[in-house]
């Protein structure tokens, strides 16, 4: 079974803060994405990351995915409430799988 | 913005009973999925659809399960005989092409009783 693990699973943090959520696999993954998710409501894309190395910025999110595309982190610069949700990472494996493989997610609270 | 819409929001049955759940994906869309996510569990794949037959399965998704697109526009989750097991949130997700991002719907929370 393939798994995709994040870490940490709860963070909570004070306003102005940085932080960094971590996806790690044994897999290797032709693409990853992370997305975020409110109580009550599907997932939302934030960014798909393909290429091995690869950065990606969303204003004060950034995004990497790892040279051997196993592995993926999100970085939030100078966290600020609004950020609070739960972060997914999921991977779209080698080999043409349509499926997405998910994450359990990092739920981020981010304190006034 | 253009979105996938689910229907119901919430669907409570009794074990054995059979539910149908909908999904309207968006309008230029051409493949179709269904997810689904035990409470405090990791969100699982189901079943994709493309071109008017499934091109790939989950185990979870046995012969209880099978999917439609009716009229075109609908996308429908059927589970035959509800297991109390079965009890979580289904996500219903489109995208235009095979690179193009996916879109979920806001889910159903199916409860089986």
């Known amino acids: 079974t393939q798994l995709l693990e994040q870490s940490p699973q709860f963070l909570s943090i004070q306003e102005g803060e940085n932080l960094t959520v971590y996806c790690n696999s044994s897999s290797v993954f032709s693409s990853l994405q992370w997305y975020r998710q409110e109580p009550g409501e599907g997932p939302v894309l934030l960014v798909t990351v393909v290429t091995g190395g690869e950065v990606k910025k969303l204003k004060r999110l950034t995004f990497q995915f790892g040279d051997a595309r196993k592995d993926s982190s999100l970085h939030i610069t100078a966290a600020q409430p609004g950020d609070t949700g739960l972060y997914l990472c999921a991977g779209a494996l080698q080999g043409g799988s349509e499926k997405l493989v998910f994450g359990k997610g990092t739920k981020l609270t981010v304190n006034p | 913005e253009p979105e996938v819409t689910q229907t119901p929001s919430h669907q409570v049955t009794q074990m054995g009973q059979e539910v149908i759940l909908r999904c309207v994906p968006i309008s230029n869309h051409l493949y179709f999925y269904w997810y689904r996510q035990i409470l405090g569990q990791k969100v699982e794949f189901l079943v994709s659809f493309y071109n008017n037959e499934i091109s790939e399965k989950s185990e979870i998704f046995d012969d209880q399960f099978s999917v439609e697109r009716p009229d075109g526009s609908n996308f429908t989750l059927k589970i035959r005989s509800t297991k109390l097991e079965d009890s979580a949130m289904y996500f219903c997700?489109?995208?235009?092409?095979?690179?193009?991002?996916?879109?979920f719907g806001n889910g159903t929370r199916l409860t089986v009783t």
């Open positions: 997700a489109s995208k235009a092409d095979g690179t193009t991002p996916l879109h």
